[in-house]
């Protein structure tokens, strides 16, 4: 199975920390792990190099998760690239437009586990 090379979009550099600890235990055969701090930069790195899984937050400053969400869909790669909503945002408008791009979600504060278990289950990847 080929490397998965993974973009960590979270304004908090504890939470992208703390993501990509979650993922380097979860066994999965990771290739490069790439950070933003927000939408326009996980634009310019999606834009820039091959990305197979892309875990964002919502609330961010520049541009938040939604609006990536939003200009990810307009991209040719669109459809080759899993997405994980890692977000405390709770309201039922924001998580039904979350779903409606076909991204899966992890509320915040998340069991290592939990964020594992989906990681596996988008990717396709068998634990």
Known sequence: MMPL????????????????????MSGLHLGEI??????????????????DLVLVDINMPVMDGLELLTQIARRPYAGALRTIVVSTEGS???????RAF???????????????????????VAA
Do not use: Q, Y
Request: no cysteine; aromatic share 4%; glycine share 4%.
């Open 34 to 51: 790439a950070h933003a701090s927000n939408g326009v930069e996980a634009l310019e790195v999606l834009d820039a190099v091959w990305i």
């Open 5 to 24: 090379n993974v973009l960590v979009t979270d304004d908090s550099a504890v939470m992208r920390a703390m993501i990509v600890k979650t993922l380097r």
């Open 92 to 98: 039922d408008p924001r998580l039904a437009a979350v």
């Open 102 to 124: 076909g991204a899966a979600f992890v509320r915040k504060p998340f069991s290592p586990e939990l964020l594992r278990d989906v990681v596996l289950r988008i990717t396709g």
